[in-house]
């Protein structure tokens, strides 16, 4: 059933835009199957080593693309053979050579691109992608990153509700070694950008988890920086990149690049510590925010106060395109509403 309403729309993910799917170096020779947006996905790697994603159904008799193998560079079903080439044409049926099902369209394939180390895809008319422009650090090789991701259970708006919301860092994370600076007690406001907002303390910035930038730019995303103690190496500060990517109503998929603006040497060093010593803390940190996610109930019930302006405006630019989304689909349901 198609969604009636701008918060039924927001559930499982807007269409017609791109998200983050999961890192590239997760598909290796074996189709890998994950859903996203409420939708099985297949991501294979054909033999000129590109990334394809598709739904995750064969078109014969519905067998789970992602249990088959990559043969001859296409996706090869399990089931009886049936190979799929990375347009979604059912390529040979190997079972009746010449069948009249050779050439025909048979599975859906979503455009895709790998930045940043990610797989990213577009949720839309797979013949019309519509633009995205993903952040700069990834192409820019000043910054080194890391990519840390994995599903939370609940809605995905509350992940990103979480994320412009800086004032937490100052309670939730009190005790963390990178936020436990700074005042417990500030105004928030809102900074308008080109692509979306910043939220951010009146009181300080640079001390602790002070201020958030959000951006829709074909893609929801979010930037922040974070202050990292001495002890934490060489480079600028600690930054952030964060999507979610909704997996289903209920779950979502959460990815940080963690990055640092530091070369040469430096970065060797910073690299090295970050895997001996400071990751295992960051994943504390993030834990710390899984846990009351996952608890949360529905927003029915909030009674939200000055710091919740990040939330608010991040609420109001969503529904606002989910219902932009609903007046292009469905007119009619809308002025029923
Ligand atoms: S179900 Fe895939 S080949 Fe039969
Ligand atoms: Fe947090």
Known sequence: MSAQTAEDALKVGLPNQWYALLPANWVKDAPVGITRLGQRLVLWRDDKDQIHVQYDRCPHRGAALSQGHVIDGMVTCPYHGIQITCEGIIDSVPAYPGCQLEG??????????????????????????????????????????????????????HAMDNLLDPMHGSYLHAESYTLAYGKAQDEMEIEKT??????????????NFDWTEYSYTGADWVRLDLPYPNGAGPGGMFRIIGFVTPIDENSHQVFFWRMRQVEGWERDLWRFMYKSRLEERHWNVLEQDRVVIEQ???????????????????????????RDHLKSTTPAAVAAE
């Open 104 to 157: 025909m369209k048979g599975v859906r394939t979503y455009p895709s691109v790998v930045k940043g180390g990610c797989v990213f895809a577009w949720f839309g008319d797979e013949d019309a992608p519509g633009e995205v422009e993903l952040p700069e650090e990834f192409d820019d090789p000043a910054w080194s990153y890391f990519i840390c991701t994995g599903p939370w259970v609940g809605s995905h708006l």
């Open 194 to 207: 080109d692509d979306g907002f910043i939220v951010k303390r009146k009181g300080q910035i640079g001390e």
């Open 296 to 322: 949360m109930e529905q927003p029915e019930s909030e009674m939200l106060y000055q710091h919740d302006i990040g939330v608010t405006q991040l609420r109001r630019v969503l529904q606002k395109r989910a």
